[in-house]
């Protein structure tokens, strides 16, 4: 039998709390299926490591994930260790190592979950934003200068390459085909910023005509904004750069309901690394060790991993058993208004699994 070899990252605060109910539904999942298996090895990678070590990972921790099938990870992040320093040294190493270019968010209003917009407008969302995930605002270019003084000067450079943006609208199409309204929205601001949000516009013109079978329209990032909570039905599959889509994605999951069930995946479309596949949500400090973090962005996730490692039907499986448990109202973690243990959701979504077997 197949056996997909998963590196569990469950990282601070947490991580190691939800990434371990995700390892548990993972094999409840693979047991239910009954075509394939899941081989887990953990790392202990995070900031308990980078006060040991001042390393969040070992120096060949990109080589000891080289031949996984794809990475589980939980989240980053501890209040006594700068924010940026966690970032780059932990998760950015690994998207930037492996060039996992595309960072793609599926949202939608999951059945029983309450979000912030009206009920009739609330259920129209069913969304994947992918968002340019190696350049952009992002690279890291930049400079500061006269540091105290008032001619003090700071610079964030944004880079685009003709091919950075190529490949991620390339990639977009394919999801966008994949999905059954094919309509695929391209957002930038080329009217401020017009230079490399113009040559946005254009490459994306270019690739986006390869593809005849999608209606492509065009937006800039606040009246996007505006589109999403007012007529979100009209939305489906989006590309942006990379600030732009980070905002635009943490929208998005505010208006499903709660940060506790967003998955997003660090994808290397070329398929010549591994993937990478993490709940939204941070440590969250404030909950952690209380056992009531919700694990349900975590199977949403452990979903989206199965789906990338050509396991479709136990992906959909498990969002059914998801489903089933949110649709119940139940069973439910504090976050979403309810009184459950992540122990009891896991349970639940591991019983959902069983019978969805029967
Ligand atoms: P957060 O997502 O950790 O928490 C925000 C709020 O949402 C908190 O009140 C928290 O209790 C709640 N929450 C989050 N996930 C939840 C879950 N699964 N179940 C129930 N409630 C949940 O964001 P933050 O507080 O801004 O950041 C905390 C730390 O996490 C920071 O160090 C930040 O840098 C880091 N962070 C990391 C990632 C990542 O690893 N990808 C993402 C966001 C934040
Ligand atoms: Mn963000």
């Not at 320093?85 to 930037?96: G, K, M, N, S």
């Not at 939608?108 to 259920?123: A, D, K, N, S, Y």
């Not at 459950?340 to 019983?351: N, S, Y």
């Amino acid at each position: 039998m197949r056996s997909l070899r998963i590196a569990a990252i469950g990282g601070d605060g947490i991580g190691p709390e939800v990434i371990e109910a995700g390892c548990r539904v993972l094999e409840a999942t693979a047991r239910a299926d009954g075509g394939f298996a899941c081989e887990f090895q953990g790392f202990d990678w995070g900031s308990a490591m980078y006060r040991a070590s001042s390393r969040m990972m070992p120096e060949d921790g990109l080589r000891q994930l080289e031949g996984f099938d794809a990475i589980f990870f939980g989240a980053v992040g501890a209040p006594d260790i700068p924010d940026h320093v966690t970032l780059w040294e932990l998760r950015l190493a690994i998207c930037q190592g492996f060039d996992q270019y595309a960072n793609v968010r599926p949202t939608r209003l999951l059945p029983g979950v309450q979000g912030p917009l009206r009920e009739e407008l609330g259920r129209q969302i069913d969304w994947v934003i992918v968002r340019e995930n190696s350049e952009g605002e992002y690279a890291g270019v930049g400079g500061r200068a006269h540091r105290g003084l008032p001619l003090e000067i700071a610079m964030d450079v944004a880079v685009f390459t003709r091919e950075g943006v190529a490949r991620i609208c390339r990639h977009a199409c394919e999801i966008a085909m994949s999905r059954p309204r094919r309509l695929l929205t391209v957002v930038t601001k080329s009217n401020a910023q017009r230079h490399g949000m113009v040559m946005w516009d254009e490459v994306c013109a270019e690739v986006t005509a390869q593809y005849p079978e999608l209606t492509v329209d065009k937006m800039l990032v606040d009246a996007m904004t505006a589109r999403m909570v007012m007529k979100p039905g009209t939305v489906d599959t989006v590309v942006a750069t990379n600030l732009h889509a980070d905002i635009l994605s943490d929208l998005a999951s505010a208006l499903a309901g709660s940060l506790g069930i967003g998955a997003t995946g660090n994808i290397d479309p070329s398929r010549q690394r591994p993937s990478m596949f993490e709940p939204i949500h941070g440590s969250a400090f404030d909950i952690t060790g209380k056992g009531i973090a919700n694990p349900l962005g975590a199977f949403w996730t452990a979903a989206m991993l199965l789906e990338h490692c050509g396991e479709p039907r136990a992906a959909g499986r498990l969002m059914a058993a998801v489903e089933a448990v949110t649709g119940r109202g139940e069973v439910l973690t504090p976050d979403l208004g309810g009184k459950a243990t992540t122990a009891e959701v896991t349970a639940a979504v591991i019983a959902a699994l069983a019978g969805a077997n029967a």
